[in-house]
T-cell receptor
Framework: DAKTTQPNSMESNEEEPVHLPCNHS???????IHWYRQLPSQGPEYVIH???SNVNNRMASLAIAEDRKSSTLILHRATLRDAAVYYC????????????FGKGTRLHILP | EPEVTQTPSHQVTQMGQEVILRCVPI?????FYWYRQILGQKVEFLVS????????KSEIFDDQFSVERPDGSNFTLKIRSTKLEDSAMYFC???????????FGSGTRLTVV
């Protein structure tokens, strides 16, 4: 499985933007970049995914480097509810390709 | 918004007993998964299921584990003879197909005593 590298933890102040980095230097051309998060005592939750272009949805934005070796998940205005573990995952486009979770980044939001 | 439903939310069982964890995936989804998370550790893949058969399973998913989709709506994980080390949160997930995201359930906390 292609690997990703994320910081173990990050802190941010409430109502400020958060940029969560992910390195994936061995990414292949068929790998999509997926982000999930896991709130305390809950199951993982899909956040966003992309291939080459930047992506926006109601939860977050995904900025992908031109060489695709890194990406950044952007929460535009963090709330206390965004405190979670965020996982950056590479997934090929096969219909049944499983998701493999790493350790992710634990995001702490300071009130 | 459609949800994946898991029951029970918490199950306590004696070592050596059989347990069945139940999941109702999103109705038009085609791909189904079980994951587990031991307290304080990573979320681990157990098994994927498509077209009424196992697509892939991990080393964790040994002969003590089995999955079934008995009636077209439920998706179950059975552990035949539970061990203490099976204590974990078990998450069910489903996916519609293509390159969409998974939808996970809230999990079943299994405690083996």
């Amino acid at each position: 499985d292609a690997k990703t590298t994320q910081p173990n933890s990050m802190e941010s102040n409430e109502e400020e933007p958060v940029h969560l980095p992910c390195n994936h230097s061995t990414i292949s051309g068929t790998d999509y970049i997926h982000w999930y998060r896991q709130l305390p005592s809950q199951g993982p939750e899909y956040v966003i995914h992309g291939l080459t272009s930047n992506v926006n949805n109601r939860m977050a934005s995904l900025a992908i480097a031109e060489d695709r070796k890194s990406s950044t998940l952007i929460l535009h205005r963090a709330t206390l509810r965004d405190a979670a573990v965020y996982y950056c995952i590479l997934r090929v486009t096969n219909r049944d390709d499983k998701i493999i979770f790493g350790k992710g980044t634990r995001l702490h939001i300071l009130p | 918004e459609p949800e994946v439903t898991q029951t029970p939310s918490h199950q306590v069982t004696q070592m050596g007993q059989e347990v069945i964890l139940r999941c109702v995936p999103i109705s038009n989804h085609l791909y189904f998964y079980w994951y587990r998370q031991i307290l304080g550790q990573k979320v681990e893949f157990l098994v994927s299921f498509y077209n009424n058969e196992i697509s892939e399973k991990s080393e964790i998913f040994d002969d003590q584990f089995s999955v079934e989709r008995p009636d077209g709506s439920n998706f179950t994980l059975k552990i035949r003879s539970t061990k203490l080390e099976d204590s974990a949160m078990y998450f069910c997930a489903s996916m519609g197909g293509g390159n969409y995201g998974y939808t996970f359930g809230s999990g079943t906390r299994l405690t083996v005593v």
